[in-house]
Nanobody, 125 residues
Framework: QLQLVESGGGAVRTGGSLTLSCVPV????????MGWFRRLPGKGREGVAT????????YYDHTLKDRFTISRDSSKNTLYLQMNNLQPEDTATYSC??????????????????WGQGTQVTVSS
C-alpha cells in the first residue's frame, strides 16, 4: 500500500521560511493528485495546496497562496511545500496526501485515501 513520508518541519521565528518534502514509498499504482494539509491545535484538517500531477496545475487556499508554493520534482519523485513569511498562526502539523481524484482542486481532506504521518511546524513570535 502507498505510504508517504514527510520531512522538513521544525521551529522558526516569525517571518522565517521552511520547505517541507514528501516522498511516496511503496504501493502500487500512481496518484494523479497530491496535496498538503494542516491541522491546527484543537482543530480539524484544512487544505493548504494541491497539485494535479499530470497537468502540473496547482490549487491553493486563497489566504495562503501569496506565501506558500506547492511543487513536485518528477525526477526525485518528491512533493514540496515552500513556506515563506511564516506567522505564529501557521503553527500546525503538516501532512501530505495522495489519491486518484476527479476534483484535485477542491482541497477537501476527505478526498484523499493516502496520508503521511505529518511533520510539525512551530512558529514563534
Amino acid at each position: 500500500q502507498l505510504q508517504l513520508v514527510e520531512s522538513g518541519g521544525g521551529a522558526v521565528r516569525t517571518g522565517g521560511s521552511l520547505t517541507l518534502s514528501c516522498v511516496p514509498v511503496g504501493g502500487a499504482g500512481r496518484a494523479n493528485c497530491m496535496g498538503w494539509f494542516r491541522r491546527l491545535p484543537g482543530k480539524g484538517r484544512e487544505g493548504v495546496a494541491t497539485i494535479w500531477i499530470d497537468r502540473n496545475m496547482t490549487y491553493y487556499d486563497h489566504t495562503l497562496k501569496d506565501r506558500f508554493t506547492i511543487s513536485r520534482d518528477s525526477s526525485k519523485n518528491t512533493l514540496y511545500l515552500q513556506m515563506n513569511n511564516l506567522q505564529p498562526e501557521d503553527t500546525a502539523t503538516y501532512s501530505c496526501a495522495a489519491g486518484s481524484l476527479s476534483h484535485c482542486g477542491r482541497l477537501w481532506p476527505g478526498d484523499f485515501p493516502f496520508w503521511g504521518q505529518g511533520t510539525q511546524v512551530t512558529v514563534s513570535s
